[in-house]
């Protein structure tokens, strides 16, 4: 960390690499990149993917884990198991996956649509604009972290007492009330700190954007701060820039 400000103090390109010294540049870092558009839309950008894909991560993942307190032993352990297959995939071997089951010309999600009725989904391109390859590489995320959330939202209600919960059924409570009033208050924390690391995890996100968007199409339209600061520092040889940005 301190390296990182004292870089983003200085001029430190290639040259300043090779002699491993930098020439020191006071605030020029930071005024040449909070006059810098770039920075502003992606900033938006990110902290608009962070909250859609933070919001679907916790939401979906809450919801699988009340459906495993509900199901049977047996099935209970298939989805489980099913869980930790996901969580345990390396990102590079999920962005694979995903591209092969979303790409236009053989993709199976196309072919699924398709013969499913949805419509004419042949030859579709997943990756036109903006907004779908930022939703492809959300939803790409989402899938890889719903099963932390689980476990995480699942350990936790087996420790909501079931005393309380028979309880409130017995006067009246519906099941959002017994959530709103008996089952949150107790994953309250737990909630919250799912939400932090999601938020720190997805605010910083690079190897799914950058692969799945693929390196030759991105672009400042479809930057993520993660992907931002990674071009400007090593695709730019500008470390210093890269530094600033960072710490911004």
Do not use: C
Not at 35 to 45: A, E, G, K, P, S
Not at 109 to 131: I, K, M, P, R, S
Not at 184 to 212: A, E, H, M, N, R
């Amino acid at each position: 960390l301190y390296r990182l400000v004292v870089l983003s103090f200085q001029q430190y390109g290639l040259p300043e690499l090779i002699q491993r010294t930098g020439v020191w540049i006071g605030f020029d870092n930071y005024a040449s990149v909070l006059r810098d558009d770039v920075f502003w839309d992606t900033l938006l950008r990110t902290v608009v993917f962070t909250a859609a894909t933070v919001g679907l991560t916790i939401g979906l993942g809450t919801s699988i884990a009340f459906l495993l307190i509900r199901v049977s032993s047996w099935v209970r352990v298939l989805l489980t198991a099913g869980l930790v297959l996901a969580w345990s995939m390396p990102a590079v071997v999920a962005v694979q996956v995903w591209f092969w089951m979303t790409n236009l010309q053989n993709g199976i999600l196309n072919y699924v649509l398709t013969e499913a009725g949805v419509g004419d989904f042949a030859q579709h391109d997943w990756y036109e604009t903006t907004f779908s390859k930022l939703a492809m590489v959300s939803l790409l995320i989402v899938w890889g972290a719903i099963p932390f959330v689980t476990i995480t939202v699942y350990a936790g209600l087996a420790q909501v007492p079931r005393e309380l919960v028979e309880a409130a059924e017995i006067d009246g409570a519906g099941s959002l009330r017994i959530f709103r009033d008996v089952t949150y208050p107790i994953l309250k924390p737990i909630f919250l700190i799912l939400t932090s690391l999601s938020i720190i995890w997805d605010f910083g996100v690079f190897t799914q954007p950058y692969l799945l968007i693929g390196a030759s199409q991105v672009d400042p339209s479809n930057y993520l701060m993660g992907v931002y600061v990674f071009i400007e520092a090593f695709g730019q040889t500008d470390f210093g820039r890269g530094a600033a940005i960072s710490l911004l």
